[in-house]
């Protein structure tokens, strides 16, 4: 079961780099490479056309198609949405002497790729020889502005070395790009045409009338004449750019989108703003824009870094882990989601999962706070569509759906779409975790609240009583291990709904005390009746936890301890993925285990849980888990630097910075693995940072994994910002930014300052 790299980048501390073309690896590099900035993202495929394999993808937050699915059963979805392809605004076009460039076709040399991750930009070049032993470099740089968000650049730079002679260049806009699933384009035209500088196209999808408005601007180092080139889909310019030889000559493509999901702005009002905001590019300078992109990201590292001294691929790893998550979100547009595979795939169709909460917000948390509440807008925002999900299944308040884009249910798998339950968990727990380490009581008091009681109330209208136990709880679910279907009384979706319930009773009682007006209009939009409260109370009370008393171990769902075992180590490597070498059924029928179920809960409430506890439960269901899910490893690896487990736990960081960049799981070029890239953040900071942030104050217990000489990394809390650095003999911690917190390092109370603290690496904390 050992996951094998498919190493081919170079290993440098700020930079991922290509050397060399390889057809069979050109999707991988296309996820690799990928840009974004939250508003889109575009993956790194080829400027100029590439007729071998290849996925061109150009994607927008919240841009979506929908689709009719076959299902006619009550409760079970008829429809689903979707992230649909969108606009090729890096279209190009090149030819010489009548050769176009294709990489699939022409003969280049000394090809190599460049993702800068200082700077935010990515760079493409080689020497492209043509029919007749005439020699030109080319080379495609481009960015997606992270402070203009419509804003992307594409540079392209022609170095005849042994020639004069012409260029010709068709570049432009094109609403053709396939998607892939559909395997057509899902866009018509609604209008084009050239005013000014600008030359634009504006295009609606085919159903759910999305549309998008697309312009550009050209920029030349030589004066050039264009002609109008329109299609169906298409609008560009034609030119050619005169070479000399040894003289670079290049042009600059400024592109300038505005979308819209929401119907909101009509075509001739979105036509109107998409092209004034286009035109406004006509008056930037490249080298402005290059020099804020350098700026932005500056700012980033100084803040969210990770060091780590001794381990150069982890040091590139985590890095580009972070530099994605930054490009993937940071909170400009509240009520934007992450998707599993961020804007870089289409994989898991653009939806966004429980994971969100789970797994990404905790980053964050604690580096962009903005950003964490904008995670939660969402949340609110499609709190409705949450209610009227909870009445498709017969059920009262928010049921919030286990994949969506838009807040409706878009998994058409019943299995997972009706019994998955722990997405309003995992909101819940969302909401209380932002709360409590931000302290945005507004929040809560004005959003957080109706979602609360709106979750509450489908978590008490979803459960029974088991007429035996005389127990509250749920029947017929799916957890988080996906690997057990139609299972009752899951111990995960038990305890997180009792936590849920004391949450929101706690947040009520609060409410009443200290903001009476604000409770007034929350319990009013929300009809709350003092009933549901005590009815709330009783469930929490009696809420069925499986456990067993003598081993300590929780009984993942009712009969978990009976199903037949099987040894995870007796499947051979090459059955794996389950899921493609498996029947269906056959996954359900034992003890094996997806991913952390259990062990999840204890890592979220970590400090209501003992050291005893986690360490029998981690030795029971470590035995059984498969980690078919690339966000297993991460929660294995946290726990086992807790319980004393050090070589365990690097075993299961090994290739967490490195799941896309060295393609472990063999499917980096259906998009990358964003929610598993927040989750090597943790692997760091929770895991052998040792932070943990759910009990009363932000606590640390670091170790030092004996492979690395040192690491640093810094977190942002109750408004100071936190460098934390672990060496061989001495962990520090310094308010960097000044101001001063308290926080707890090796269980001691500490007073952090400017000034920084200084303590010994904790006995047996060093592998």
């Keep these: 079961m050992a996951k094998v790299a498919d190493k081919y980048l170079k290993v440098d501390p700020w930079a991922i780099i290509e050397e060399g073309f390889d057809p069979e690896r050109n999707r991988t590099s296309e996820s690799i490479f990928s840009l974004g ?48 392809n969108a606009v090729d605004w890096l279209y190009t076009r090149i030819a010489v ?60 730079t022609f170095e005849p070395l042994n020639f004069t002679g012409t260029v010709d260049i068709c570049t432009g806009l094109d609403f053709g790009m396939v998607h892939e699933e559909r395997g057509q384009s899902m866009w018509k035209r609604l209008r084009s045409g050239g005013e000014g500088a600008v030359t634009a196209i504006m295009a609606g999808t085919l159903t759910t009338r999305n549309k998008l408005f697309s312009g550009f601007v050209l920029k030349s180092s030589q004066p050039v004449n264009t002609e109008l080139v329109e299609r169906e889909r298409f609008i560009g310019r034609t030119f050619s750019l005169d070479l000399s030889q040894g003289e670079p000559a290049s042009f600059t493509k400024l592109a300038v989108h505005v979308a819209d999901s929401s119907a909101s702005r009509t075509e001739e009002g979105l036509w109107t703003e998409g092209m004034e905001l286009a035109a406004t590019a006509d008056r930037l300078e490249e080298h402005e824009v290059f020099a804020d992109q350098a700026s932005y990201w500056s700012s980033i590292w100084a803040t969210s870094d990770i060091t780590i001294e001794g381990d150069p691929e982890n040091q590139q790893g985590i890095r580009f882990c972070i530099f994605q998550l930054v490009q993937t979100y940071h909170g400009d547009h509240p009520g934007y989601n992450i998707g599993a595979k961020g804007l870089t795939g289409e994989a898991y169709r653009g939806l966004a999962f429980w994971d969100t909460e789970s797994y990404c917000l905790p980053f964050y948390l604690f580096n962009n706070p903005k950003a964490a509440r904008s995670l939660l807008e969402f949340r609110y925002k499609t709190l409705p569509e949450a209610v009227q999900r909870g009445k498709e299944v017969d059920c009262e308040g928010a049921f919030y759906p286990i994949a969506t884009i838009d807040g409706t249910e878009s998994c058409d798998l019943w299995q997972h779409s009706n019994l998955q339950l722990h997405v309003g968990t995992a909101v819940s727990y969302g909401i209380w975790h932002y709360v409590k380490n931000t302290g945005d009581r507004e929040f809560l008091y004005s959003k957080g609240a109706e979602m609360l ?35 009752n009384n899951n111990c995960y979706i038990n305890l997180m709904a009792k936590k849920l319930f004391e949450f929101t009773l706690d947040t009520v009682a609060e409410m009443k005390q200290k903001v009476p007006d604000e409770y007034a209009a929350v319990a009013a939009a929300t009809a709350l009746r003092d009933e549901e409260l005590a009815d709330w109370d009783n469930k929490r009370e009696h809420m069925k936890i499986p456990l067993d008393t003598e081993s300590g171990v929780y009984e993942e769902h009712d009969g978990f301890f009976d199903m037949p075992h099987i040894d995870i180590h007796s499947i051979p490597v090459t059955e794996f993925p389950l899921y493609s070498n498996w029947s269906y059924d ?34 029971y269901y470590e035995s059984r888990c498969i980690h078919e899910s690339s966000l297993s490893p991460s929660i294995h690896s946290i726990l086992a630097c807790e319980i004393g487990k050090p070589e365990e736990a690097y075993q299961f960081f090994e290739f967490a910075t490195r799941l896309d960049l060295d393609n472990y799981n063999r499917n980096t070029r259906e998009g990358l693995h964003t929610t598993s890239i927040a989750a090597a953040w943790m692997n760091i900071v929770y895991g052998f940072g040792g932070m943990r942030s759910d009990g009363p104050c932000l606590s640390f217990r670091p170790t030092l994994p004996r492979q690395w000489t040192s690491y640093s990394f810094q977190v942002r809390y109750e408004g100071v910002l936190l460098g934390i650095t672990v060496n061989k003999d001495s962990v520090g911690f310094r308010a960097v930014d000044g101001g001063r917190t308290e926080v707890l390092i090796y269980d001691q109370p500490v007073i952090v300052d400017e000034a920084g603290t200084e303590l010994p690496l904790g006995e047996g904390m060093m592998a």
């Design 586 to 619: 056959r996954l359900y029928r034992y003890d094996m285990i997806k991913q952390p179920d259990v062990l999840m809960f204890m890592f979220l409430y970590n400090g209501e849980f003992s050291r005893e506890a986690k360490l029998a439960n981690y030795e």
């Design 97 to 156: 002497d009548g050769e176009s460039l294709d990489l699939a076709r022409s003969n280049v040399k000394d090809y190599t790729r460049r993702l800068d991750l200082r700077t935010g930009t990515y760079k493409r070049e080689f020497i492209w020889h043509l029919a007749g032993g005439k020699k030109l470099k080319v080379s495609f740089t481009r960015l997606v502005s992270m402070t203009m968000s419509h804003l992307g650049l594409q540079q392209v």
């Design 37 to 84: 900035n939250e508003y889109m993202g575009v993956r790194g495929y080829a400027d100029e056309g590439y007729s071998g394999d290849s996925l061109p993808g150009s994607y927008f937050n919240g841009l979506n198609e929908e689709m009719e699915v076959g299902n006619h059963y009550k409760g079970i979805i008829r429809s689903l949405r979707y992230m649909v």
């Design 453 to 487: 009681i709106q979750i509450s109330r489908f978590y008490a209208s979803r459960g029974q009583w088991g007429q035996r136990s005389g127990k509250y709880g749920y029947f017929g679910v799916m957890g988080p291990d996906e690997f057990q279907l139609m299972v």
